[in-house]
């Protein structure tokens, strides 16, 4: 069946430091990839999707790349702010059916000033 | 702005007690979702509904019900919480249409049961 690991936590950075969160996942066909983010308290957020091989997701400065030679959808960011620190979550979606999105177990990433 | 709603952020039981979680979604998706998070196992769906009266187990549905009665709510029963269940539950709905998939998720409810 479908799976996603992400490297486990908690990532330690300083504020301004360069952020990888690396994600790999197993499916069959073409799967849509995701990053979810949950802030302290709060429910998740969609934070970007790819639906392709070689799409690249945006947003806030972040980036994932979907790399279906090495079924890899790495999270990037190249200077990392205190309100970034967050539980960052990796998951797919496979083609046809309804949409129940497949999710890693989170990530959690401290910023510190 | 789409907005999922639950109907409490933080909840105490006791062990025996039947519970009664409510989720209220105001964008008409078809889709919705109940899902536990614990540390280090990430979500675990519990059960989803993709249209009114329509329930589908997901992965975790043992001392778990739901009920899909009107398309905007969605609501997650225990019928007889346990101290297992303590935990925190997020609602989430979902569309997608035109090459476009979207998935919102509530706040969360925290739940402990004593």
């Known amino acids: 069946g479908d799976s996603v690991t992400q490297m486990e936590g908690p990532v330690t950075l300083s504020e301004e430091a360069f952020l990888t969160i690396n994600c790999t996942y197993t499916?069959?066909?073409?799967?849509?990839l995701f990053w979810y983010v949950q802030y302290p308290g709060e429910g998740l957020q969609l934070l970007l999707k790819?639906?392709?091989?070689?799409d690249k997701g945006s947003n806030k400065g972040f980036e994932a790349t979907y790399r279906k030679e090495t079924t890899s959808f790495h999270l990037e960011k190249g200077s990392v702010q205190v309100s970034d620190s967050a539980v960052y979550f990796c998951a797919l979606r496979s083609p046809g059916g309804s949409y129940i999105p497949t999710f890693g177990r989170g990530t959690s990433l401290i910023v510190h000033p | 702005d789409v907005k999922v709603t639950q109907s409490s952020r933080y909840l105490v039981k006791r062990t025996g007690e039947k519970v009664f979680l409510e989720c209220v979604q105001d964008?008409?998706?078809?889709?919705m979702f109940w899902y536990r998070q614990d540390p280090g196992l990430g979500l675990r769906l519990i059960y989803f509904?993709?249209?009114?009266?329509?329930?589908e187990k997901g992965d975790i549905p043992e001392g778990y019900s739901v009920s899909r009665e009107k398309k905007e709510r969605f609501s997650l029963i225990l019928e007889s919480a346990s101290t297992n269940q303590t935990s925190m539950y997020l609602c989430?709905?979902?569309?997608?249409?035109?090459?476009?998939?979207?998935?919102?998720f509530g706040p969360g409810t925290r739940l402990l049961v004593l």
């Open positions: 989430a709905s979902s569309f997608e249409g035109s090459g476009r998939i979207s998935q919102y």
């Open positions: 509904s993709y249209d009114v009266k329509m329930k």
């Open positions: 964008m008409d998706h078809e889709n």
């Open positions: 790819a639906t392709k091989a070689d």
């Open positions: 499916a069959t066909g073409y799967p849509s």
